[in-house]
């Protein structure tokens, strides 16, 4: 693992773990797939079927917001091994549901972001050894490890940085790649290189609580500021997309964990915000107060995801979106 970044003699103010696999040659890949509207059927009507068919992800969570234009999502997150996923989608149980013009007069918007994880662009950090997202299909977890708590400790654990600086050659100031049917109801964006995708997850459901309030009134109140602020200065931040959700069990029902997806230029975006940006550092101080606070008896569980994306193999189509949906404002 790189460590450029790293301070000398630096020691974590914290434990951490990573999620290993055994078989690295076939990447992973995260599917999100949304639905705009008031309820969930339609979509539901579709995963119950294609989920449960031949090559289905390994895993299946479900979430919901509300986005920035003040729109009700609903969202399924799965995951999968690229060759797997591929031929779950070349099934017609699967793509033709997406591919009916139906969609397209449905009164609901559709989306899906397909996100491809080779193993040397991604990396994952977990405070327990308890696995969260895609690390539920790992072979085991590596840890307590020393590159986390410093500003580029992110882009040490990404095993492609220590040859490439994964930076962004595409900004704001140039529109993304796109492809829009004659209806002009239906968009594909092509996500640029380097790209970076994280998803943050919080669970705070085996905390005490004492522990829980301290959470629920402190720690994920400045959590919601922060994720305003990228949500809503995309120029000044880097960041493409912020969605903040909370986790959904199988009806649909309130869980005690939530999760940022956030899309940004590239890895230094969210990492330049990390390391200045007050909205960040009220985070920090927050979350190691409460450490401090509740020491070994601390139940939170945290966690993330992060990938600097492939020039290929991600897929982001969107179907009677509005406009400020995922990467459509940057066509």
Partial sequence: MPRNSMPPDWEPPAPAWESKWNDTTDPLLTGFFGIQSDDSTLLDAWASKAFTSQHGPTSVERGSF???????????????????????????????????????????????????MPFDR??????????????????????PIAEHGYPGGMRDRILLSDSEDLRSKHGFETSLKSTVSESGKRVVVIPPENMCVIRSGQNWTYCEPEEKEYYQAKMHAVLLKGMAYLRDNPEESGVY??????????????????????????????????????????????FFTMVDTFGENMKLRLWHEVTSIPGSGCEFEYISCNKDTGLLSYI
């Fill in 122 to 143: 991604f990396e994952t950090l977990h405070s327990t050894e308890q696995p969260h997202g895609i690390g539920v299909s790992a072979d085991g977890n590596s840890g």
């Fill in 66 to 116: 509300i986005d920035k234009s003040g729109v009700k999502n609903f969202i399924y997150i799965a995951y999968w091994r690229s060759a797997d996923y591929h031929s779950w989608w070349q099934q017609d149980v699967v793509s033709s549901w997406w591919s009916d013009t139906q969609r397209e007069v449905d009164n609901a918007g559709f989306w899906r972001e397909i996100i491809s």
């Fill in 241 to 286: 997309s912020l969605r903040f959700i909370d986790t959904k069990d199988k009806e649909w029902g309130d869980m005690t964990q939530s999760f940022g997806l956030g899309y940004s230029t590239d890895l230094y975006a969210f990492e330049d915000w990390a390391k200045s940006h007050p909205t960040h550092l009220a985070i920090f101080e927050t």
